[in-house]
């Protein structure tokens, strides 16, 4: 009521100032299009620790198989099937790794294993130890993950970019050979390399580099066929740039995202391949062993010596998880449309 | 459209040709012979059996001849039994491996179209999270491993279904199952994405408002439009539901095409290695067809020729 009662003179009011020269000020810096990105990413738990979970798994693949005393192909009869065990993390049984069996045997007391002799992940029915062997099959599995990506980043996008770039007869010819490509399965050409070549990292390698980037080029192409009669790829023709500085001043840059995009997918996809294919056997010989490797052996004894099986399947698991959500959460923060 | 398949499938016998090319002169370029394993063979018995096979022949002859029996659909003769032909070893195998790829695709699709529709309903909804972390798993967890863990806890701990082998229906329950997950995360996200897009349409928002109840207006305008895309994705997952049976039929000992091929390739059986690749590429190849030619009929607004990458 003391509202109504007071009345409004008009010398209460004043006109504000108006600084033309302010209104146009930027308070907040301004962010890049990567650092909108970045910015979006870190807001994404799910894609920060599979981000983390990544780093953490490569510099363990790098760091671990130097912590243990033994190598790859140490085998020891006496100490085979050795349930994994851990000094100082003994007395915590839920863990499992106080070196008893799963039928309550303490299996380096029943088998004379010399104190200082531990095996953090158990040994594997040759007596070698699984720690050293499951790093060192991850590190095959983050070479699978990183040539994957090499190829689809040269060998994609290039041709992806040059077909599209060029367009006309050049693009013709070019996705006639992607056709035949893709009709072709990667499996049977990686089968195909296996008979001629036998089985072993090289062969899958091969079969990557040829049927790898496919998909990526594939993208590259859509991507710059739409770009390039866009506005400002005009505008720099018309102020005289040459096809390299058009490539890549204004091309590339614009397809990056999908680029990223596509090969946080392929790597997974990868990745699964070789431990496919070490699964069924075709993949990594013994001695060497990848995850995939390792799983398939862990298997055939799953009911006494689940840790054979656990570790590398977990591995592989969180290494997997980890590739798609950061994928997913790239995806996201680099194409916000494309959400899925 | 006609000119359009027609193109397509002359493209597509044209690349079962190369595929059949580089085959048969991979395997010419192999050393060793089939033969080479029963060490006890005579020269003669040896230049027989040669003869039999039409080894013998200069490769350009064996080559044309190849390629004549086989565009009959003659795949010619296995090394590994006596008078067995790849023909009748592939139409063997392919029961099994067709009838789990079939309900894994049946089952996975419906599956996921439930989860998809429902986490999408139930937009940021326990539902919705729920859905979603299933769908990563599925996608993430390699097929073999999950299969791996059936067999141990549903098979061997709780001892509900059988560990392996093809005797009956209940055995198909834990393979089908297994090569189904991919299939439903895949079919999941999708499904979700698409709802959640086609919700926030206008169409959608004027069905409702002619009175339309909201279920049918769910069934008959939205599930039906989401759809859509979900047929394209359909021919990739058949292919890694190829793939995935090479490894599945080898964890629960089923007789298919897949244990087949990999058994010949230990054994340097050619015929079958070279039939059971051409006829695996011609599935994919025309799965790959059929889904593009579906895609067009089904959607209009999609010109085939000038469709999406």
Known sequence: MSMSERKLTPDLFRPASVDTGKSEEISKPSLSFWQDA?????????????????????????????????????????????????????????????????????????????????????????????????????????????????IDLIVGVVYGGISAFYGGRTDDIMQRFVEILYGIPNLVVIILFIIILDPGILSITLALVITGWIGMSRIVRAQILSLKNREFVLASKTLGSSNGRLISKHLLPNTLGAIIITSTFTIPGAIFFEAFLSFIGLGIQPPTASLGALISDGFKSLRIYPHLAIYPASIMCVLMISFNLLGDGLRDALDPKMRR | MLRYIAKRVFSMFLTLLIIATITFFLMKLLPGSPFNNQEKLTESQRFALNEKYGLNDPVPVQYINYLGKLAQGDLGYTFQYD???????????????????????????????????????????????????????????????????????????????????????????????????????????????????????????????????????????????????????????????????????????????????????????????????????????????????????????????????
């Open chain 1, 38 to 150: 970045f910015r979006r990413l870190k807001k994404n738990k799910a894609a920060m620790l599979g981000l983390f979970a990544i780093v953490f798994i490569i510099l363990f693949s790098l760091v671990a198989p130097t912590l243990s005393k033994y190598g790859m192909d140490d085998q020891e009869l006496m100490r085979a099937n050795l349930p994994p065990k851990i000094p100082g993390l003994e007395k915590i049984g839920f863990l499992g790794v106080n070196g008893v069996d799963i039928r309550g045997v303490d299996q380096y007391e029943m088998k004379n294993v010399p104190a200082n002799q531990e095996f953090w992940f158990g040994t594997d029915p040759l007596g070698r130890d699984q720690w050293t062997r499951i790093w060192k099959g991850t590190q095959i599995s983050l070479y699978i993950a990183f040539l994957a990506a090499t």
């Open chain 2, 83 to 309: 008078g067995r032909t790849v023909n009748s070893m592939i139409s063997n195998g392919i029961g099994p491996s067709a009838t789990i790829g079939a309900e894994a695709i049946l089952f996975g699709t419906l599956i996921g179209l439930i989860l998809g529709i429902a986490a999408a309903l139930k937009h940021n909804s326990v539902i919705d999270y729920g859905a979603m972390v299933v769908a990563v798993f599925g996608i993430a967890i390699p097929s073999f491993v999950f299969a791996g863990l059936l067999q141990y806890y549903v098979g061997v701990k709780l001892g509900w279904l059988p560990v392996a082998f093809w005797n009956g229906p209940e055995y198909h329950i834990l393979p089908a199952f297994s090569l189904s997950v991919g299939v439903i995360a895949t079919v999941a996200r999708f499904m979700r994405t698409e709802m959640l897009e086609i919700l926030g349409t206008d169409y959608i928002l004027m069905a409702r408002s002619k009175g339309i109840s909201k279920n049918a207006v769910i069934l008959k305008h939205c599930v039906r439009n989401s759809m859509i895309p979900i047929i394209t994705i359909l021919g990739p997952l058949s292919i890694g539901l190829i793939t995935g049976t090479l490894v599945i039929e080898n964890i629960f000992a089923i007789p298919g095409l897949g244990e087949q091929f990999v058994k010949s390739i230990n054994l340097n059986d050619y015929p079958v290695i070279m039939g059971t690749t051409l006829f695996y590429s011609f599935l994919l190849i025309t799965i790959i067809l059929v889904v593009d030619i579906l895609y067009g009929i089904i959607d209009p607004r999609i010109r085939v020729a000038g469709g999406k990458s």
